[in-house]
């Protein structure tokens, strides 16, 4: 009998099952596996934390608004003043924020790809066409996570684009492994992983060592979508392949291609 061998999809919820669901369209078994939940940092209203000490300024001030995660999103409409943004341009990272976006009533969304560092050159692009004669006096928003890897503000600052960054969520670690992924680790059926932040990664090598299961490590390939991710797994893995970008489609491309080379065999 042979057995399915899984693609694991370690991402936030709901990004998770969406992956899974995209992997199995194109016949690679998958589960999903999410290794952090988004908590929000926000108190009820955007509008008083913005009138804290810090001088983050009033909202009406700001040009609009940068979206690097869905999770952002989610926090950012939570607040009872959150109607009050959605008529602003939305500065997007990736088709899932801005979906989100959108769901959430943002109309005017600008979308970048390959994480922060895609969004400044579009943001540049909409502000300078917005505000020609001044653009260095633009101002926007950044609803960010408590830990960041990439710093939107020091890079539109080279742009003369003042950027406001609020810590608006922040990725608490999931502890513990689903019982059936645990399972399918023991017996070696999960023979691909796909990581997409350092963070991420290595919280799954700890669950993987915590439940006894390390061992698995080495019939587990792993998509990594830096070399940053895959030098923070660690080593131990059967294979590691890096991609060039780290998009979504590219490293689910790698897992599909993959399962079709060698889990078919």
Not at 43 to 66: K, Q, R, T, V, Y
Not at 234 to 249: A, I, N
């Amino acid at each position: 009998m042979i057995m399915a061998k899984f693609t694991l999809i370690i991402r936030p919820q709901p990004d998770a099952d969406r992956d899974v669901g995209w992997l199995n369209r194109y016949g690679v078994p998958a589960l999903a596996s999410p290794v952090m939940t988004g908590a929000s940092l926000l108190p009820s209203s955007l509008a008083h934390d913005l009138d804290e000490p810090g001088d983050l300024g009033d909202p009406a001030d700001f040009n609009g608004i940068i979206f690097t995660s869905r999770h952002a999103v989610d926090a950012v409409t939570k607040a009872t003043d959150a109607a009050t943004w959605v008529t602003k341009p939305a500065f997007v990272v990736g088709s899932a924020t801005a979906a989100a976006a959108k769901q959430a009533g943002f109309t005017d969304i600008i979308i970048g790809s390959g994480g922060g560092a895609g969004l400044v050159e579009p943001i540049r692009q909409a502000l300078a066409d917005n505000n020609s004669a001044q653009p260095q006096k633009a101002s926007l928003l950044w609803p960010s996570a408590l830990d960041i890897s990439f710093d939107m503000a020091a890079a539109m600052r080279h742009h003369d684009i003042a950027v406001q960054r609020l810590p608006a969520y922040q990725m608490v670690a999931n502890a513990n492994l689903a019982p059936p992924v645990r399972d399918a680790l023991a017996k070696g059926f999960i023979t691909a992983v796909i990581a997409m932040s350092p963070k991420s990664i290595q919280i799954l090598r700890a669950n993987i060592d915590a439940a006894g299961v390390d061992s698995a490590r080495k019939n587990i390939d792993l998509i990594a979508g830096s070399d940053a991710i895959a030098a923070a797994a660690g080593d131990g893995w059967k294979h590691v392949y890096e991609s060039r970008h780290p998009r979504r489609s590219r490293l689910l491309a790698i897992a599909v291609l993959r399962h079709r080379r060698f889990d078919l065999t």
